[in-house]
């Protein structure tokens, strides 16, 4: 394993060499990537671990998608547009979790869910807080999303002014956030 966390900016040149290196790669401390530099790491064979990033454009993480290796982890994502979340959704080596997301509240916050549902695989959101109705019911139409209680969610008003609508929790949902706040008091 090759952890070069200290680095904080990376250009394509550096990251071309990098990508020869063999095993584990992580530069967590890297925040921001250009296409250039994205394409250079995509060309890595190995785990590529990137959770400084905490935002990047879609262009960017196309580049990324084309990573050779086995595994992209991106745990340090803040903040999604709707375009991302879409590629994010389809890239086959992320691993499907959002760990520092903890809001989905932009204007475009139903669209990220919407995205994010199509996900193949689990889908991990375990620190999010605050959403609006219609965001939560977009994201729970995928079974395998992992979400904190609901009863634990600030519930926002909605982004475009419209009326907030109740929501259903259908009976999965419910059997699994009953198991979790089981755990939870066992703990």
Known sequence: RLALNGLNTLDAGTAKALAEYKGRLSLDGVTTLDVCTAKALAEF???LYLNGLT????DTFKALTELKG???PLNGLTTLSAETAKALAAAEKWDGRLLRINALDSPDAVAVAQALATRKGPLKLPN???L???TLTALIQKRDVEIPLIETLEL???S???LTEDFIISDWLADRQNKQQAAR???
């Open 55 to 58: 935002t990047f454009d879609p």
């Open 132 to 134: 609006s109705p219609k």
């Open 160 to 162: 475009d002014g419209s």
């Open 185 to 187: 008091a066992a703990d």
């Open 70 to 72: 086995d595994l992209l």
């Open 156 to 158: 926002i008003p909605e």
């Open 45 to 47: 064979k190995g785990q």
């Open 128 to 130: 999010l807080k605050r």
